[in-house]
DNA sequence: CATAAGTGTCTAACTAGTAGACACCTTATA
DNA sequence: TATAAGGTGTCTACTAGTTAGACACTTATG
């Protein structure tokens, strides 16, 4: 049989996507203030100690689960843009539809957006990331050569991307993600720019 | 500190657990047949072993999984009844919607009845679930004195709230959980038996 | 103010999970 | 039809990950 292991760093992950998930849990329900270590290791199982050999405290793990899953969103839309790489020109739906197939195939995460005692740094580190992702892995060309302050047109877009997602989720995900993408893509149409993405497959 | 120590059985039962949930989002993925033993594993991140120290196959699992859950279902209304004991009367509201909360807590798992290629024994399981409660659990009294074949009747309402619970969770829980008990509550009212529930606190 | 509950750290012990190999069985496919 | 590829179930020896427990502190709550 052929060879079954499975990555050693992989192997230690588990246990920390455990405590992750019951972090998620526990915020919605009572708020990551409320949240103790103790509610934290009950709730998936383990041992106080256990929790202490791979995090520091509550907020290490809040930290981890933040970045891994905005770390996860910036990767979704393919590899991270790498200077002076080729560069691909792509439909416009395809590496969006990648951040709303991610959202949504995490929504268990992304649904703390909802809550006012959430994850530090969520609110702040979500909509930044959208941007972050935009100036990386987007361009846009002009149609005709009306000339526009690119930083400020990413920004612009970015948010105004992000504001569709906020409201897609919060409405607890009403539209399919097919349905949502559809009308993200008739909003973009309305600029005078066309997208472009920049990656690789 | 207090002793912080958690039942040893229950330890045992988190990878287990991990298991039957991976089981879960496999079947919906790609139906309960397909689903290998591998599979099972590689999306618990547990090795190959491990799934044999603790189950037989992937039927025992299944089973195991599903016995879980409808049994969960019946203790969620209460304590089961045991004969020669105090038997207490309650508003119907109340242990009927025990059910229904528990339902939606799991809703990750009674979602299978949506799935044709699912879980063995779950399209009819669950409903004789349903019934089971209804038997042990409830007594029905005459608001008249009209007579009426008990077993029949207790047979007929079961099936009719099973209706409404396999609606509810087709429709995707769009209605509120209390929303929902309501609308059951209106339907018992049109017969004229009324409800009493059996058990413990 | 006192008791209860949580925190962070450190041990020593152990068990649950691991890699790997085996024989066997079923499907594709070349 | 032969052969490779992938899955099954079982067993063994090893160790990394998890555990219990104790300790000294620091908040909360009634």
Request: zero cysteines.
């Amino acid at each position: 049989m052929k060879s079954e292991q499975i990555p050693a760093s992989q192997r230690q992950n588990r246990t920390k996507e455990h405590l992750k998930q019951a972090l998620i849990e526990l915020v919605k329900e009572k708020g990551y203030h409320s949240v103790t270590v103790k509610n934290i290791v009950d709730y998936a199982s383990y041992n106080r100690s256990t929790f202490y050999t791979h995090y520091l405290d509550k907020n290490e793990l809040a930290g981890d689960l933040l970045v891994s899953m905005l770390r996860g969103l910036e990767v979704s839309v393919g590899r991270p843009y790498v200077p002076g790489h080729k560069v691909y020109t792509a439909k416009l739906d395809a590496p969006s539809f990648n951040i709303v197939s991610y959202i949504y195939k995490n929504r268990n995460f992304f649904e703390l957006i909802n809550y006012d005692d959430t994850l530090p740094g969520l609110h702040t580190g979500f909509p930044q990331t959208i941007l972050k992702i935009y100036e990386e892995q987007f361009i846009f060309e002009t149609i005709n050569n009306t000339p526009v302050n690119m930083d400020y047109f990413k920004r612009y877009t970015a948010y105004g991307f992000y504001g569709l997602l906020q409201n897609w989720i919060q409405s607890g995900f009403r539209e399919t993600q097919e349905k949502f993408i559809e009308e993200a893509i008739d909003l973009t149409k309305t600029h005078i720019y066309s997208f472009k993405y920049i990656g690789q497959n």
